[in-house]
């Protein structure tokens, strides 16, 4: 056991929590790239995280709190620190009343639609596919197809750097475009509460259906990436802009621009997170200079050592 990290691997396994040393994070990401982290966790409960996150946060211990890793985008060099990784042991999905779901953060978007349709519910149909956690959906408030998690969110349960949690209604979450002020201030979501409607089951199942043909003829879901790579500029979409900049099919080593959809960056196989970072900053200053929009890179870039 590394010496550095004793004490707060002691404090986890004793809250319930499972811990792996040298864990490799290309196992936990949806690119399928990066390097090992040096402690790796496996959080057990909404309590067990702000105990740890104040522990860590005292200590001054690196760390970083990981959902599905769908937005995320390791060195290859791994992570210098510890990941509190909130997946399956914070799953759940309950009823709260006939409309409201509760969902904790490490509950996969693709099974609180599934637990909606059971329930004859609508309003989730847009984010059946989203490849992300409740948590990191409620966190960027996740889109697509014309909806966005703000639509139906009604609150969320949240930890602060000082380990307390508070319940944060939606109209306090400044939710906008792939934002929402969580952001600002670096608090992590560890359940949700989401208002539906009563509708029809036949007509869920169908919108649901529609839209993941959709995703499917459309995006390269066969591909490991991180979903759209890039923000949309106002007033415009990022794929049109990076495909009128001839860049489509553009690689560097594994990654390349997808064929099928501009607007993502794809491990085609073998790639490197060098190597994707090396295609996203070439689109970039392609597009700035064919077009002069700047994309924004909807990723989040973790790097293996703290920035000094």
Same mark, same amino acid.
């Given at each position: 056991?590394?010496?550095?990290?004793?004490?707060?691997?002691?404090?986890?396994?004793?809250?319930?929590?499972?811990?792996?040393?040298?864990?490799?994070l290309s196992a936990h990401c949806t690119f399928r790239t990066g390097g090992d982290c040096d402690v790796f966790v496996e959080v057990s409960s909404d309590d067990a995280l702000g105990q740890l996150i104040a522990f860590l946060?005292?200590?001054?211990?690196?760390?970083?709190?990981?959902?599905?890793?769908?937005?995320?985008?390791?060195?290859?060099?791994?992570?210098?620190?510890?990941?509190?990784?909130?997946?399956?042991?914070?799953?759940?999905?309950?009823?709260?009343?006939?409309?409201?779901?509760?969902?904790?953060?490490?509950?996969?978007?693709?099974?609180?639609?599934?637990?909606?349709?059971?329930?004859?519910?609508?309003?989730?149909?847009?984010?059946?596919?989203?490849? /992300?956690? *409740?948590?990191?959906?409620?966190?960027?408030?996740?889109?697509?197809?014309?909806?966005? #998690?703000? !639509? =139906?969110?009604?609150?969320?349960?949240?930890?602060?750097?000082?380990?307390?949690?508070?319940?944060?209604?939606?109209?306090?979450?400044?939710?906008?475009?792939?934002?929402?002020?969580?952001?600002?201030?670096?608090?992590?979501?560890?359940?949700?509460?989401?208002?539906?409607?009563?509708?029809?089951?036949?007509?869920?199942?169908?919108?649901?259906?529609?839209?993941?043909?959709?995703?499917?003829?459309?995006?390269?879901?066969?591909?490991?990436?991180?979903?759209?790579?890039?923000?949309?500029?106002?007033?415009?979409?990022?794929?049109?802009?990076?495909?009128?900049?001839?860049?489509?099919?553009?690689?560097?080593?594994?990654?390349?621009?997808?064929?099928?959809?501009? /607007?993502? *960056?794809?491990?085609?196989?073998?790639?490197?997170?060098?190597?994707?970072?090396?295609? #996203?900053? !070439? =689109?970039?200053?392609?597009?700035?200079?064919?077009?002069?929009?700047?994309?924004?890179?909807?990723?989040?870039?973790?790097?293996?050592?703290?920035?000094?």
């Amino acid at each position: 056991m590394n010496e550095k990290y004793f004490d707060v691997i002691t404090l986890a396994v004793r809250l319930g929590c499972e811990v792996r040393e040298r864990e490799p994070l290309s196992a936990h990401c949806t690119f399928r790239t990066g390097g090992d982290c040096d402690v790796f966790v496996e959080v057990s409960s909404d309590d067990a995280l702000g105990q740890l996150i104040a522990f860590l946060e005292n200590a001054s211990v690196r760390y970083f709190v990981l959902g599905n890793g769908s937005n995320v985008l390791f060195s290859d060099d791994g992570f210098e620190g510890v990941i509190l990784h909130i997946g399956s042991m914070m799953n759940e999905i309950r009823l709260m009343d006939d409309t409201t779901i509760y969902a904790q953060a490490g509950a996969s978007l693709t099974r609180l639609c599934n637990f909606a349709l059971e329930n004859s519910l609508t309003g989730l149909e847009f984010a059946y596919g989203i490849p /992300g956690y *409740v948590g990191g959906a409620v966190f960027m408030n996740a889109g697509a197809y014309g909806g966005e #998690i703000k !639509d =139906v969110l009604q609150s969320a349960r949240v930890v602060d750097k000082s380990g307390s949690a508070a319940t944060v209604d939606v109209y306090d979450m400044d939710m906008s475009y792939r934002h929402s002020a969580l952001m600002e201030n670096d608090r992590i979501v560890v359940s949700g509460l989401f208002k539906l409607q009563k509708g029809d089951k036949a007509e869920i199942k169908a919108k649901m259906d529609d839209l993941m043909g959709r995703r499917k003829a459309k995006q390269p879901i066969e591909y490991p990436s991180a979903g759209s790579t890039f923000k949309r500029p106002e007033g415009q979409f990022a794929g049109a802009l990076i495909e009128k900049s001839g860049l489509r099919g553009y690689s560097s080593g594994g990654a390349c621009v997808s064929q099928k959809h501009c /607007g993502f *960056v794809i491990n085609k196989g073998g790639a490197t997170s060098k190597d994707i970072m090396q295609v #996203i900053r !070439d =689109v970039q200053k392609t597009v700035l200079e064919k077009t002069g929009f700047m994309l924004e890179c909807e990723v989040r870039i973790i790097p293996a050592k703290e920035e000094q």
